[in-house]
């Protein structure tokens, strides 16, 4: 069975949102490396480098695996020496650790959890996911903590049999998640070479096994050392089948993506809740972040909403359709502050969704009673930032999450003359807004297809 892991998971990005669409191809191509230089490496001569075992590039890091030569002395009494690959220490043959090794008070009840795909055939790679929490399962963030090492040993009779050491970058910059918000979790999927098989590469017979994982990090400090440990998980491995080792790699490469999405819904809700707690501190008076909607009274104008889209996937770019008309049957000449009426995305009437736009670039306004203006109703479906001025890509928040949302056009006009609909014309020259009723949009979670 021929199964093309790149194009597959890159169809899965593709049905990710506009705004996440970049990003999600570059995970992609990622992961799908990972996967081919490990099967790549696994029947190299991993003699060469020493320790018996594959070397593959894993989040910016070295992997290690299933070493058999006599560990550097040093290094079994440092897990935090992580330099060169020749001071990882072996465990194989070792009883693994059952007690986390805290270093630091405050982290006195940090340990790690643990989920893997379950079973496996024989000779495929297993996906582990591990996540960093503390006593109360809150999960521990990259503010707190940054990974040095990662080791995850697979044991059977009360004895580590494969092992694999992932170790990161000196600088926290280049570390996964070195955004201080992103939690400490790995998710990667690793080949298990059973230990003593040398140079041979051999994978770990069909049996049951336990998985136990081990992993060194520093405190915010950047000096203080801890390591906590999780597990054992059971697991089993199956008798090998190449079609199902095909399959399996490829089903938990296209679970390691939905899983990141799922992490990033989560982030995007803890940015929603932010924004909610937070805006009413603001003091917002424009439709931005946090801006609690309302309407303009000194405004002779109004929005209408032509077209309106209530089902959208988060990140996705909406381009639809608003009237501005005038109130009263008035006349109104002016300028509008964008050539586009803006989408704005409110939850408890406070915008938690909005994109920026160019104030300069502005285009007369010339509307009456029977004469509409209809304009480009735009916006992303992301969250909106406090301190969003430019449209760069680095200011794009992450998609929103799924939910309903109310959704409200959002226009500000420069007034030049209103005439009323008793013909008394007026000079004007100050700045207004005309608001669109609210219309529900839904947001769904990105779906593979």
């Avoid at 004469?371 to 430019?390: E, I």
């Avoid at 939910?403 to 005439?419: F, I, P, R, S």
Wanted: hydrophobic share 40%.
């Amino acid at each position: 069975m021929n199964i093309d892991l790149e194009d597959s998971l890159a169809e899965l990005a593709r049905s990710v949102g506009d705004g996440a669409t970049a990003r999600m191809t570059g995970q992609v191509h990622r992961m799908v490396s990972q996967v081919r230089r490990r099967r790549a490496t696994r029947y190299a001569a991993q003699g060469a480098v020493g320790i018996g075992a594959a070397a593959a590039v894993a989040f910016g890091g070295i992997q290690l695996a299933g070493r058999t030569g006599t560990p550097d002395p040093a290094a079994t009494t440092d897990p935090f020496d992580v330099d060169d690959v020749d001071t990882v220490r072996s465990l194989c043959g070792e009883p693994a650790p059952t007690t986390p090794a805290v270093t630091a008070e405050a982290s006195a009840t940090w340990h790690l959890t643990g989920e893997l795909s379950s079973p496996v055939p024989a000779g495929a790679a297993v996906e582990v996911s591990t996540t960093l929490v503390d006593g109360e399962s809150r999960l521990v963030t990259q503010g707190e903590a940054t990974t040095v090492s990662l080791t995850l040993m697979v044991v059977a009779d009360g004895v580590v049999v494969a092992q694999t050491t992932t170790a990161y970058p000196d600088d926290p910059a280049e570390r996964p998640g070195s955004d201080p918000q992103d939690y400490v979790i790995s998710r990667d999927v690793h080949d298990f070479i059973a230990c003593g098989s040398g140079s041979a590469g051999d994978a770990l017979p069909a049996g049951e096994y336990t998985l136990v994982a081990e992993q060194a990090l520093l405190l915010a400090d950047g000096t203080t050392p801890v390591e906590v440990t999780g597990g054992p998980w059971p697991f089993t491995i199956t008798e090998a089948d190449p079609d199902a080792v095909a399959e399996a790699e490829a089903a938990a490469a296209q679970r390691a993506v939905e899983a990141m999405l799922a992490q990033d819904q989560l982030r995007a809700q803890q940015a929603v809740d932010a924004i909610l707690a937070e805006a009413a501190t603001w003091g917002v008076e424009s439709p931005g972040c946090g801006w609690a909607v309302e309407a303009d009274p000194a405004s002779p104008l109004a929005l209408t909403i032509v077209s309106d889209a209530t089902t959208s996937v988060g990140g996705a770019f909406l381009q639809l359709e608003a009237d501005l008309t005038t109130i009263d049957g008035a006349h109104v000449i002016g300028n509008a502050g964008s050539r586009v009426a803006r989408l704005v995305l409110a939850r408890n009437g406070v915008v938690v969704g909005a994109t920026y736009w160019d104030p300069a670039d502005s285009t007369p306004v010339d509307v009456g009673p029977d004469s509409p203006m209809t304009l480009p109703l735009v916006g992303h479906l992301d969250v909106c930032s406090r301190h969003l001025t430019q449209p760069t890509d680095n200011t794009a928040g992450p998609a929103l999450p799924p939910g309903t949302y109310q959704a409200h056009a959002v226009l500000d006009v420069m007034l030049k003359e209103v005439t009323t609909a008793d013909g008394e014309a007026t000079s004007r020259s100050d700045l207004v807004r005309a608001v669109s009723e609210p219309f529900d949009v839904t947001v769904t979670a990105p779906t593979a297809p």
